[in-house]
């Protein structure tokens, strides 16, 4: 139960993130050309036959020209069995970027073969460990074959190997990694549904006895997998926790999980807890902040808790100066100890946007928030395969956090004054805020002719009034209709 991780190096997710950026519109022509040199490298370095044929084929490639509108899970032959799980790994359904991805016949040969050679030497292993060896030679031969077909991208046998493996494996610690490289497949193909479904069985194990390492992992793995289903209220504290103890490198890299993180309580936490745990938290400290700041996180000489106190709001009135943050990019391979090899490959970061959405958004320096809200949006939110998806929905939800916290400390505003404070027009303000009135998200008016925005959030009294008179009519309706049933069996009994 204690053991080292097993099934942690396939699938590599770093190639997912490759792939998605080839059909990204928005990344820029080297980065695709840098990723569609790793695809094939990796390709050619791991053997990856199926995987190479999903991509690129000139007919069934999901990155081909040609193979534009194909399915992402193609079946081959009318009597293909339906997949064990989906694929959406491009950066859109509806129109992928055309990319130029070379099929070459002779490599997708050479690479078949290889593979069966590979296989044919499992299944050697194997019948000789059944002959002359114990079942966990037995095992140990066929968890080779399960991470082979992780390696080499064909999903639906690494599940089925998986499965296999998992339904004979006695040793609780090798069932919970069988179950974490199960959700890495199912997050490297993009199934969502797979994965939720695969983290509530390795839930249930962990809580059956699984160490403390392994309880950690799947903490990350689950913050992972709400963020990617905009669960941010749910993931924040999971991720947020990660930080001091992630050792989830075949996951993700850790400036991704700081980015995640931010993102996450920014979104999410209230006021107070922002503060603690993300505004004053070491671990993003050492990382966003700027000067004494950053050196005294990484010393240890602040901390946050229960003891960080809030502070007040300046008024948003006020014109402040841009917060300062991390200008620089930071590589955290020197920030993070005890990491391995994945920590010291990591690339440097430019995490001063994210600084300055954190710093603007806590002191209500509005006009910069936006500023470093689009910018966020054009570093992070457009790059990421998981914050992709959700990207409009996410710089939405941010708008409406300031516009809600400048809102709650006034019962009346200038129209005009609160657009100079955002930086906007009062016409964008204006459609801006009547989106959130109509969905009863911001509870104000907006009065144009006199060009102010009153608020009128209801007293507690008032709301407990109106909850109780909601609620007792719903009471009435149900007792009546269970009245006209008694007597309506009461006349047929007579």
């Known amino acids: 139960m204690g053991s080292d991780p097993q099934y942690i190096k396939y699938p590599n997710l770093t190639l997912a993130q490759h792939v998605f950026n080839l059909s990204n519109p928005a990344c820029d022509a080297t980065l695709r050309q840098t990723s569609l040199k790793h695809l094939q490298d990796a390709i050619s370095e791991h053997k990856m036959a199926p995987f190479y044929r999903y991509l690129a084929h000139p007919v069934e490639g999901i990155l081909n020209s040609s193979g534009e509108g ?56 194997e019948e000789d460990a059944e002959e002359a060896a114990g079942e966990t030679e037995v095992q140990a031969a066929r968890g080779k074959r399960a991470e082979f077909w992780a390696r080499v991208g064909d999903k639906d046998k690494a599940i089925e190997s998986g499965e296999a493996l998992l339904e004979k494996t006695g040793f609780l610690g090798t069932k919970i990694d ?41 903490k990350a793995y689950k913050g992972l997998h709400l963020l990617t289903i905009r669960s941010y209220s749910l993931a924040a504290p999971l991720l947020l926790d990660s930080l001091s103890t992630f050792t989830s490198y075949e996951l993700c890299s850790y400036s991704s999980l700081v980015i995640y993180s931010v993102l996450a309580g920014s979104l999410s936490l209230k006021r107070v807890d922002f503060k603690a745990k993300v505004v004053d938290a070491p671990e993003i400290k050492a990382i966003l902040g700027a000067g004494e700041d950053q050196l005294a996180a990484l010393t240890g000489e602040v901390s946050s808790g229960p003891g960080a106190q809030d502070e007040e709001m300046k008024d948003a009135s006020v014109t402040k100066s841009t917060p300062g943050g991390a200008t620089t990019a930071v590589n955290l391979a020197s920030l993070v100890t005890g990491s391995g090899v994945q920590a010291e490959t990591e ?13 603007s958004l806590y002191n209500g320096n509005y006009r910069s928030f936006f500023r470093a809200l689009a910018a966020v949006e054009d570093h992070f939110l457009t790059q990421d395969r998981y914050l992709h998806e959700h990207r409009a929905w996410f710089v939405r939800e941010m708008r409406l956090r300031a516009y809600q916290q400048l809102l709650q400390s006034y019962r009346v505003v200038g129209l005009n004054s609160m657009a100079n404070d955002f930086g906007v027009t009062v016409d964008f303000l204006d459609r801006d805020l009547a989106k959130f009135i109509s969905s009863n998200r911001i509870s104000c008016t907006i009065d144009r002719v006199n060009g102010i925005i009153e608020t009128n959030r209801p007293d507690d009294k008032n709301k407990q009034y109106a909850d109780v008179v909601k609620h007792g009519d719903s009471l009435i309706t149900k007792i009546q209709k269970y009245g006209q049933a008694v007597r309506l069996r009461g006349s047929e009994r007579s």
């Open 178 to 218: 069988l179950t974490l490289a199960m959700i890495r497949i199912g997050l490297f193909f993009g199934d969502l549904l797979f994965v939720k479904k695969i983290i509530e069985r390795a839930e249930t194990l962990v809580e059956s006895g699984g160490d403390w390492d392994r309880r950690n992992r799947l």
């Open 70 to 125: 194909a399915p992402q899970h193609p079946h081959h032959g009318a009597n293909a069995t339906k997949p064990l799980i989906t694929s959406n790994m491009l950066a859109s359904r509806k129109s992928p970027q055309k990319v130029d991805f070379p099929w070459d016949e002779e490599l997708y040969q050479s690479l078949v073969e290889d593979n069966k050679k590979e296989l044919e030497t499992f299944q050697k292993e």
């Open 347 to 359: 690339a440097a970061v430019d995490f001063s946007s994210l600084a300055n959405l954190v710093n």
